[in-house]
């Protein structure tokens, strides 16, 4: 293991700040997808606040990465609200059933009670086990699926985009309901201590145009930021699959404090765009490069990443485009860390980021 001259939490406390830390923070997507490093079904995971925790530290001891979470995946809260989920052995979850398949039942559906639906008082246990066996190495967070990606599996990702130009009006009191659901949970989790952040993957403009974003996602997604930051001080991180340039402004504009994004997108343009208001973060290809590359691809790719956004006026942080996949190789990912602390080492060496 290199030895490093800060520790994680230490690096990321001083980053908060704006201080001087000896590498770029770095910052792999991981969770449920790497069950296979602790030798349990993914099935488990899912349905267990220890075992949770237990790949949480397990990853950060050896991978040492700047930060930990749980993640609601993207059908926790919607499961809550009666979305039936499929949990199998060895694959991450999926939609099996939405909670609501008729636009005249969206007023029936319930207000979710965290400590008591779904996976939701798991997840939350399973985030305080990781604070307390953690907080005072790394960073711990965690992250919970934006407004209109839950209602994507409330209604059926299919029906909302229909209903959106059929039933403008009843979409509205879906995303009335939806934000007040995560506020539920971001209530709980404020109360944890731990920072929040999204994963929206329904609102990118691979699926929806950016006037649909702005009328539909964007009015729940305040309401979700705004809560956060009243109970926790701060405000969220986001991430968006897919493309999303369109919709930066907007994003950014909601409160967000720091912005993910897909590989599809360039780091320097979200530089020049909006990183004199927010850290951004991204954007190695998680499949490409970490699951199917070697320790050429990989360091290539941080390397042109890492000098596409190290100098970002607000911050940089080094990460995937997205979570990392299923059974991908863990030399791979130490070897994502290897190279953020290679070419990410500060006082930044140019010549090696524009050496080939």
Not at 322 to 338: D, G, K
Request: one cysteine or more; a negative charge; hydrophobic letters at 40%.
């Amino acid at each position: 293991m290199r030895k490093e001259k800060m520790t994680p939490r230490e690096r990321m406390d001083a980053f908060a700040k704006g201080q001087e830390i000896d590498r770029v923070i770095c910052v792999p997507d991981m969770g449920a997808t790497m069950t296979p490093f602790i030798g349990v079904k993914t099935s488990d995971y899912y349905h267990s606040a220890e075992l949770m925790a237990e790949l949480e530290i397990a990853l950060f001891e050896r991978l040492r990465h700047d930060s930990v979470g749980i993640s609601t995946s993207l059908r926790g809260v919607a499961e809550a609200m009666g979305a039936k989920v499929a949990y199998p052995d060895h694959s991450i979850s999926y939609l099996v059933e939405p909670a609501i398949k008729s636009i005249d039942e969206i007023e029936s559906l319930k207000i979710v009670d965290p400590l008591k639906d779904g996976i939701l008082p798991i997840l939350l246990k399973a985030i305080k086990l990781t604070r307390d066996a953690l907080i005072d190495k790394v960073d711990v967070g965690a992250s919970m699926s934006g407004p209109f990606s839950v209602a994507a599996s409330v209604v059926g990702t299919e029906n909302l985009l229909k209903w959106m130009i059929k039933y403008p009006e009843r979409v509205h009191t879906l995303m009335d309901i939806v934000a007040e659901c995560n506020n539920r949970y971001i209530e709980e989790v404020a109360k944890l201590g731990v920072s929040i952040g999204f994963a929206d993957p329904v609102s990118s403009t691979s699926l929806i145009s950016p006037k649909q974003f702005r009328e539909f996602s964007l009015p729940a997604l305040q309401k979700n930021i705004k809560k956060i930051k009243e109970k926790t001080g701060s405000a969220p991180g986001i991430h968006i699959c897919g493309t999303s340039k369109e919709i930066w402004e907007d994003v950014v504009n909601a409160g967000v404090s720091n912005f993910s994004i897909d590989n599809v997108e360039n780091l320097e343009e979200a530089k020049e765009m909006i990183g004199d208001r927010v850290t951004i973060t991204g954007n190695v290809p998680p499949v490409d490069v970490i699951y199917a590359g070697n320790r050429e691809t990989i360091f290539k790719s941080v390397k042109e990443c890492v000098r596409k956004g190290y100098d970002s006026k607000k911050g940089y942080i080094l990460s995937t485009g997205c979570q990392i996949p299923m059974n991908t190789p863990l030399e791979n990912i130490e070897l994502f860390m290897e190279a953020g602390n290679y070419y990410g080492k500060y006082p930044i060496d140019l010549g090696l980021l524009t050496n080939d």
